[in-house]
């Protein structure tokens, strides 16, 4: 669905990209990771066709960036990591525009409208003007904006950013419904946690290489022994403080308020020993699994390794 060879893009004597090899499957939400000036957004510009690579090809459904540009555009939905100001806009006006842009018949338009306005909770702002909603509406109807021509590719640049933490989830459940509804989506964050619910494979580019990429499982095993852990007890804490200290895959134990968290390097069936274990000495459990930071950490690893070459 979305495939870059060999890709790079050079600014002057800026490397931007360098030899991006990237694969995304039809219905797959790929979350693309890397700090400020990795070369996310020229990344996604380039499939956008908003920008020309230096070398390479890039694909998206199988039309190739630079010699099918109208046919990317029509599979492909964009939301850059800004929204344009429209001052004297209302939704359904600015929706209309673009609808109007992607030549969706006039007759069409209000009810594909209302769907959008539906699907992004934002039906009760149709007659707002735009730069009267806040920056997680603009943000929402920014990615109803993507939709209107319904494409099958979302291009989604850094959509959460500056997101307070309950609009953050409100677009997460929406990015949610989407990826129910097969889109294939390309997810730019730096804000690392909040991808891992959401997607099928991570890539984490630094300086313009794609140092890690595949499933949130391959890229930890791959940042060996970066898989952090939180267990929660509600009973018999301090049985469950010297079995964590005494199993031999634990390391860095720490020992909070209601829990412990943890590094672990064994496997997922040492993992499930541990917990047999826990459950045996009649700890009460009641969370078991990896640390939301997790993901933090991963990228951390990876690219400390990088920072050291
Ligand atoms: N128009 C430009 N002219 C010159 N250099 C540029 C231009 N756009 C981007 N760059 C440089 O290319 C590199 C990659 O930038 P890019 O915007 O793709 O990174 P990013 O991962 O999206 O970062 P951010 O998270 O800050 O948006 C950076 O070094 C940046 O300074």
Same mark, same amino acid.
């Given at each position: 669905?979305?495939?870059?060879?060999?890709?790079?893009?050079?600014?002057?004597?800026?490397?931007?990209?360098?030899?991006?090899?990237?694969?995304?499957?039809?219905?797959?939400v790929f979350g693309f990771i890397?700090?400020?000036?990795?070369?996310?957004?020229?990344?996604m510009?380039?499939?956008?066709?908003?920008?020309?690579?230096?070398?390479? +090809?890039?694909?998206?459904?199988?039309?190739?960036?630079?010699? $099918?540009?109208?046919?990317?555009?029509?599979?492909? @939905?964009?939301m850059?990591?800004?929204?344009?100001?429209?001052?004297?806009?209302?939704?359904?006006?600015?929706?209309?525009?673009?609808?109007?842009?992607?030549?969706?018949?006039?007759?069409?338009?209000?009810?594909?409208?209302?769907?959008?306005?539906?699907?992004?909770?934002?039906?009760?702002?149709?007659?707002?003007?735009?730069?009267?909603?806040?920056?997680?509406?603009?943000?929402?109807?920014?990615?109803?904006?993507?939709?209107?021509?319904?494409?099958?590719?979302l291009i989604l640049d850094e959509p959460a950013? @500056?997101?307070?933490?309950?609009?953050?989830?409100?677009?997460?459940?929406?990015l949610?419904?989407?990826?129910?509804?097969?889109?294939?989506i390309l997810i730019s964050s730096?804000?690392?946690?909040e991808l891992? $619910?959401l997607c099928?494979?991570? @890539?984490?580019? +630094?300086?313009?290489?794609?140092?890690?990429?595949?499933?949130?499982? $391959?890229?930890?095993? *791959?940042?060996?022994?970066?898989?952090?852990?939180?267990?929660?007890?509600? *009973?018999?804490?301090?049985?469950?403080?010297?079995?964590?200290?005494?199993?031999?895959?634990?390391?860095?134990?720490?020992?909070?308020?209601?829990?412990?968290?943890?590094?672990?390097?064994?496997?997922?069936?040492?993992?499930?020993?541990?917990?047999?274990?826990?459950?045996?000495?009649?700890?009460?459990?009641?969370?078991?699994? $990896?640390?939301?930071?997790?993901?933090?950490?991963?990228?951390?690893?990876?690219?400390? @390794?990088?920072?050291?070459?």
């Amino acid at each position: 669905m979305i495939e870059t060879i060999h890709l790079s893009k050079s600014y002057g004597k800026v490397q931007a990209l360098i030899d991006l090899q990237l694969r995304i499957e039809q219905g797959k939400v790929f979350g693309f990771i890397g700090p400020n000036g990795a070369g996310k957004s020229t990344t996604m510009m380039i499939l956008s066709t908003l920008l020309e690579p230096t070398e390479g +090809e890039a694909f998206v459904c199988g039309y190739d960036v630079r010699k $099918e540009p109208a046919e990317v555009r029509q599979s492909l @939905g964009y939301m850059p990591d800004f929204f344009g100001v429209y001052d004297n806009l209302t939704a359904v006006e600015y929706l209309d525009f673009y609808a109007g842009a992607f030549k969706i018949a006039p007759h069409k338009r209000s009810s594909l409208i209302a769907d959008l306005l539906e699907l992004v909770n934002l039906s009760d702002k149709a007659e707002a003007y735009v730069d009267s909603l806040s920056r997680g509406m603009q943000q929402r109807l920014s990615l109803a904006r993507c939709l209107i021509h319904d494409p099958q590719v979302l291009i989604l640049d850094e959509p959460a950013s @500056g997101l307070d933490p309950r609009a953050r989830i409100e677009l997460r459940e929406i990015l949610k419904q989407l990826r129910c509804m097969g889109k294939t989506i390309l997810i730019s964050s730096h804000i690392l946690p909040e991808l891992a $619910e959401l997607c099928d494979d991570i @890539g984490i580019i +630094e300086k313009g290489r794609l140092i890690a990429c595949g499933g949130l499982d $391959e890229v930890s095993i *791959r940042a060996r022994g970066v898989t952090l852990m939180m267990v929660k007890t509600l *009973r018999n804490h301090h049985r469950a403080a010297l079995i964590l200290a005494e199993n031999m895959f634990v390391e860095d134990l720490e020992e909070n308020m209601d829990g412990f968290r943890f590094r672990f390097i064994g496997s997922d069936h040492q993992k499930a020993e541990l917990l047999q274990k826990l459950i045996e000495a009649e700890v009460a459990v009641s969370y078991f699994g $990896e640390s939301s930071e997790n993901l933090e950490a991963v990228f951390l690893a990876i690219t400390e @390794g990088v920072a050291g070459r």
